[in-house]
């Protein structure tokens, strides 16, 4: 049964590119279809927040959940402003992509306010303050940054912590270690892949809680800027930037932020 | 649209870094895995069953899961695992040893499937006129058999070889220090999408192209059985 079997596999071709045709077909417009504002009332209308979810206690998935102190925050400035929100985890690159596109109306995923991201994107004001600390072995004699020229640094890639690091020794330095999300420089750190990490604080913070077992330091280099965390929309809507900072306002003046703020980073 | 293609030359060192890591991978992984796949391909054909067994399960768990998982596995849990157990004071290699690795395996599984194919295409009577020479089994496999089978099979390790300098582009994930982890750090750190990944693509193109004409047609002629 020649014909039988060519008949066959050319069905199953066509099935198959078929399937696939319609996959992505309804995968790009899932992906379009949220918050791309249609000409619907104001008051209606659900603000898309983006966040990448992978950088606990900012924003982490329990379960199918997003949570942590970001996702609080941008909550309660929601609810300060009077304005509906849906947080979806987009993941870092998206949550830019997102932006430009406009499926997305804001980021908030510890972003830090610098001046390269400001010509591409508006910022709201601050809503947390962070810095930098370095991650050594026990022993170390490392009191500043400077002194682990030559030496493998990890960084959770595109954060202030890899720039603080590119900053130090160079955009190529051969030793910088760039990985998709910090718990894994961590690792990384444990089993002697890289001899320091440099991330922010609270991060490291809480990572540090949990292996309480290892032994480890964190040093804080007086060098490194203090940075500020803000809630990010595309360049040119300040509608929504304006609404954002007047719930920061509010939540400051009201005493929320303090009290998300205790709730993840009191002692 | 405005792209801003000098961060191409701002990373430039990145990129060299990356062609020279990724041709280096590449290279190491198909000599290493052309090695252990003949090994794995003869295993495979063996009348034994304590060869053949462990050869076809080789292959089937190499060729019927993700590369990426293969990656991830070996760095992240296999790799810190054998070193816990045997050197626990010994630093655990790099993502670029994790990479050798897991290429290396990933390439011997379809590499023994390319010897195998290729053994089995030579006529029996080349071995049959081996034996009846009073070559053992093992010298007309040896000086006979697979000679002629490496002719044969010079196109399909070509496109073997080729497969995997792209496929070498998943090793990013562990941030191996490769092309395609350039492409994706620099597009990470300066918000631009279109010309770190475009670089990448055009350089792997032509690395691909290079390959398939230089190495694979000159291998071919040189050695082709006509």
């Given amino acids: 049964m020649k014909i039988g079997k060519k008949w066959l596999a050319t069905l199953a071709l066509t099935v198959g590119v078929g399937l696939m045709v319609s996959a992505c077909g309804s995968g790009g417009q899932q992906a379009s279809g949220g918050g791309s504002g249609s000409g619907a009332g104001a008051g209606d ?9 992978a950088y606990p206690p900012f924003e ?26 849906e947080v979806k985890n987009t993941g870092w690159d998206p949550l830019f992509d997102g932006l430009d596109k406009g499926n997305v109306d804001l980021g908030i995923s510890a972003v830090t306010i610098t001046e390269e991201r400001k010509q591409k994107y508006d910022f709201s004001d601050s809503y947390f303050d962070a810095n930098q600390l370095i991650l050594l072995p026990e022993d170390s004699p490392v009191t500043k940054l400077a002194e682990l020229k030559g030496k493998k640094i990890g960084v959770q890639s595109a954060t202030t ?38 991330a922010d604080n609270a991060v490291l913070q809480d990572y540090a809680k949990k292996v309480k077992d290892k032994k480890f330091k964190l040093v804080k280099d007086d060098t490194f800027e203090v940075e500020h965390y803000g809630i990010i929309v595309k360049k040119g809507n300040t509608e929504l930037l304006n609404k954002i900072n007047q719930g920061l306002k509010t939540i400051k003046e009201n005493g929320k932020l303090k009290e998300i703020n205790d709730k993840y980073f009191g002692q | 649209m405005g792209l801003n293609w000098g961060v191409i030359s701002q990373y430039q060192e990145l990129f060299i870094r990356g062609v020279q890591n990724t041709i280096l991978l590449t290279t190491v992984a198909v000599v290493c895995g052309t090695i252990l796949g003949l090994f794995i391909g003869l295993g495979k054909m063996s009348d034994r069953v304590y060869f053949k067994v462990p050869a076809a399960i080789y292959v089937e768990l190499f060729r019927g899961t993700p590369l990426f998982l293969q990656i991830l596995l070996i760095h992240t849990a296999v790799i810190p695992g054998i070193w816990g157990l045997f050197f626990p004071e010994a630093k655990v290699p790099e993502a670029i040893f994790s990479g050798f690795v897991s290429l290396t395996l990933n390439a011997a599984a379809y590499i023994a499937e390319i010897f195998r194919a290729g053994i089995q295409s030579i006529d029996p009577g080349q071995m049959e006129a081996a034996r009846s020479l009073g070559m053992t089994k093992g010298m007309g496999m040896r000086l006979i058999v697979i000679p002629q089978a490496f002719m044969r099979m010079l196109p399909a390790l070509g496109n073997e070889f080729i497969a995997l300098l792209k496929d070498s582009s998943l090793l990013a994930i562990i941030s191996t220090p490769e092309l395609g982890y350039a492409a994706f750090s620099v597009a990470k750190n300066t918000f631009e999408r279109y010309p770190p990944y475009l670089t990448a693509g055009a350089i792997y193109l032509v690395l691909t192209l290079f390959l398939s004409r230089v190495v694979v047609r000159g291998l071919e002629k040189r050695y082709s059985p006509k």
């Avoid at chain 1, 982490?60 to 929100?85: L, P, S």
């Avoid at chain 1, 690091?165 to 892949?193: C, H, M, N, Q």
């Fill in chain 1, 161 to 198: 912590g890899e720039q603080v690091v590119k900053k130090a020794f160079g955009d190529t330095y051969e030793g910088l270690k760039g990985y998709d999300d910090t718990p894994s420089a961590v690792d990384d750190f444990f089993i002697g892949r890289v001899d320091a990490v440099v």
């Fill in chain 1, 60 to 85: 982490k998935m329990e379960g199918d959940k997003i949570t942590g102190f970001d996702i609080e925050v941008v909550q309660a400035v929601a609810d300060a402003a009077g304005f509906k929100i």
């Fill in chain 1, 45 to 53: 209308k659900v603000f898309v927040v983006g966040t990448d979810a």
